[in-house]
C-alpha cells in the first residue's frame, strides 16, 4: 500500500526548496558584493595566485552565505508552518546580512579593515565623524535605501515561491553543490601549500575577505617531513608584504629650528656611467663614504628615498605627502628648489622644481648625470656652498661613494641618510625616526641600514649584504667581493630591521 505523503510534510518540502533556491540568488547577489574586497585589493600578479583568488572568493561567500541559510532560516522550514512568517523573516535576514557585507566591504575599501572588535576604536571614529557631517535627510535616505533592499528582497522571495515546483524540475542541485565545494577545497588546498612556501601572492591575501581563516595544516605536514617548522618560522619572521597603501608620514609631527643663513646643495648622480672623481674637483676638502649604497631600481624611487628619507616602496604611499626635508626649510623662510631634467615623481613636488641656472641662496637638490656633475659642483663651491654629492645609481649593486664639505662620521651610507643628513647640517635637532628610515651622517647611531631594491628588502652590516624577498627568502654576499656567503643568517637583526623599515606603515 502506498502512503502519500501528509500536509505537513509536503509544506515543509516546499519550504526547504524554496529555501535552497533563495539562498542561492542570494549567495549570487553576495558574490556580486564581495567583488569591492576583490577590486580594492592588489591583483595577485600570478597565475596561481588569480586561482587562489577565484576559489577563495566563490567558496569562501558562497560558504559563508550558505552557512548563513542553514543556521537561521533553514530551521524556521521545519518549526514554523506559516509560509508568509518564513518569508518575511527570511528576507529580513537577508536584507541584514547583505547589507552588513557591503558596508564592510566599503569600510575595507576605505581603511583596508574589516568588522571586528580590534576595529572597534576605528569604526567609533569613523561613525563619529559621519554622523557629524551627514544630516538627518542623508540619514533618511539611508534607511529608505535599506527599507527598499529589504523590499526587494520580499519580492525575491515571493517570486521564488511562486516558481518553486517549476524550479524543482531543473536538476542544478548537484553541479551547484559541488562547483562552491570544489572552489572551497580548492582554495584551502593551494593556501596550505602557499603558506608552507610563505608564497606572497596568495599569502597577502589572508584578509581579503570578511570571517576568513584559511587552512595551513603547518603542524601535520611537519610531523610527516613535508615541511621544516623550524625554517618555517624564521622564513615567517623574515616576511613583508611590499605593497604599502596606508602610512602615516611623518609618523610624529616634526618641530625644529632652520639656520636660514645656510646654504646647501645636495647633487644625486641619476645614470650609470663612470662615477666622476668629486674629490679632484675639490682638492683635499672632502669627506668621504666609501661604502655609500643607492639600491633604488629606478630614477622616481631614487628621488623619493632622496627626498623623503624613506625607500622606494613607499613611492605610491605619498601621493599626497609634502616631504619634511623640503617643507621646514620653506617654511622657516629658506629658499628650497629642486633641479631635474626628468618629471618629479609625486605632483606635489612640481612646485619645487627650477633650472638649474637659478643660484638662489639656501638648499639646492639636484639630479644630474654624471656628466655635468664636475661642472655643477665646481660653480657651486664658487658660491661657497657646502655640498653633498651621491653616486653610485644604476651600478650593479648600487654601491657610489659619498663625498660632501660636511664632516661625515660614517663607514656605511645610504641613500634614505641623506635627508636626515642635511636637516641637521642645516640645524634641525628633530628625531630622525619621525620623518625618515635614514640617520644623520654627521653623528651615526646604527651600525646597520635597510634600504629596499624593487620589492626586497636589502640589509648592510659587518661587511654583509643580505636581500631578503617579500616572501621570507634570503641571499646573503660579502660587500667587498659580492660573493655568495656562507655566513649563518642574523634574524633578530633582520627582523628588527624589517620592522624598523615599515615604522610609516598602519598596516604593520
Not at 627650477?354 to 644630474?368: D, E
Not at 664639505?405 to 636626515?420: I, R, V
Request: aromatic share 10%; net charge neutral; charged share 15%.
Amino acid at each position: 500500500m502506498i502512503l502519500a505523503e501528509s500536509p505537513r510534510r509536503q509544506r515543509v518540502t516546499k519550504l526547504v526548496n524554496w529555501g535552497h533556491w533563495f539562498a542561492l540568488a542570494n549567495i549570487i547577489i553576495a558574490i556580486v558584493i564581495a567583488s569591492i574586497f576583490v577590486f580594492s585589493s592588489p591583483m595577485p600578479g600570478t597565475g596561481v595566485g588569480t586561482v587562489y583568488l577565484l576559489a577563495n572568493w566563490f567558496g569562501h561567500i558562497g560558504f559563508m552565505t550558505f552557512f548563513g541559510f542553514v543556521i537561521f532560516i533553514l530551521p524556521l522550514c521545519y518549526l514554523v508552518n506559516n509560509q508568509r512568517v518564513i518569508k518575511l523573516s527570511a528576507s529580513i535576514i537577508a536584507a541584514v546580512g547583505l547589507a552588513l557585507l557591503a558596508f564592510d566591504a566599503l569600510l575595507f575599501n576605505r581603511t583596508g579593515f574589516h568588522i571586528s572588535f580590534h576595529a572597534a576604536d576605528l569604526l567609533r571614529s569613523e561613525a563619529q565623524s559621519t554622523m557629524a557631517i551627514e544630516s538627518w535627510q542623508q540619514w533618511s535616505f539611508l534607511l529608505l535605501l535599506f527599507v527598499v533592499w529589504l523590499g526587494f528582497q520580499l519580492v525575491l522571495a515571493n517570486a521564488i515561491w511562486k516558481r518553486v515546483e517549476r524550479f524543482t524540475r531543473y536538476k542544478v542541485g548537484i553541479p551547484v553543490t559541488t562547483f562552491f565545494v570544489s572552489c572551497f577545497v580548492t582554495s584551502h588546498a593551494i593556501h596550505v601549500w602557499a603558506d608552507a612556501r610563505l608564497y606572497q601572492p596568495i599569502i597577502k591575501q589572508d584578509n581579503m575577505f570578511p570571517l576568513s581563516y584559511p587552512a595551513t595544516a603547518k603542524t601535520t605536514m611537519s610531523r610527516y617531513g613535508l615541511l621544516d617548522l623550524a625554517a618555517y618560522e624564521e622564513r615567517k619572521q623574515l616576511q613583508f608584504n611590499p605593497d604599502i597603501h596606508n602610512i602615516t608620514y611623518p609618523a610624529e609631527p616634526v618641530y625644529c629650528s632652520i639656520e636660514t643663513n645656510r646654504n646647501l646643495t645636495v647633487v644625486v648622480q641619476t645614470d650609470n656611467e663612470q662615477t666622476v672623481n668629486v674629490g679632484e674637483i675639490a682638492s683635499a676638502n672632502l669627506f668621504q663614504v666609501a661604502n655609500y649604497y643607492s639600491t633604488a631600481s629606478t630614477i622616481e624611487g631614487l628621488m623619493v628615498s632622496t627626498l623623503f628619507g624613506v625607500p622606494e616602496i613607499y613611492q605610491d604611499a605619498l601621493s599626497q605627502k609634502r616631504p619634511v626635508l623640503l617643507a621646514l626649510p620653506l617654511g622657516s623662510g629658506m629658499p628650497v628648489s629642486i633641479h631635474s631634467d626628468d618629471a618629479l615623481p609625486l605632483p606635489q613636488l612640481s612646485g619645487y622644481q627650477q633650472p638649474i641656472t637659478n643660484n638662489h641662496q639656501g638648499l639646492h637638490i639636484a639630479f644630474m648625470q654624471s656628466a655635468d656633475i664636475a661642472s655643477y659642483v665646481k660653480s657651486t663651491l664658487a658660491r661657497n656652498h657646502d655640498i653633498i654629492v651621491a653616486t653610485g645609481f644604476g651600478s650593479e649593486d648600487g654601491k657610489g661613494v659619498l663625498y660632501s664639505t660636511l664632516k661625515l662620521d660614517a663607514k656605511l651610507a645610504s641613500t634614505e641618510d641623506l635627508a636626515p643628513t642635511i636637516l641637521s647640517a642645516l640645524g634641525c635637532n628633530a628625531p630622525t625616526t619621525y620623518y625618515s628610515t635614514g640617520q644623520n651622517l654627521l653623528s651615526p647611531n646604527r651600525a646597520w641600514l635597510v634600504s629596499t631594491s624593487g620589492e626586497r628588502i636589502v640589509v648592510f652590516h659587518d661587511n654583509k649584504r643580505t636581500d631578503v624577498l617579500s616572501n621570507g627568502s634570503y641571499e646573503i654576499s660579502d660587500m667587498a667581493t659580492g660573493k655568495r656567503s656562507k655566513d649563518p643568517l642574523n634574524v633578530d637583526l633582520l627582523s628588527q630591521a624589517i620592522k624598523h623599515l615599515s615604522r610609516f606603515s598602519t598596516q604593520n
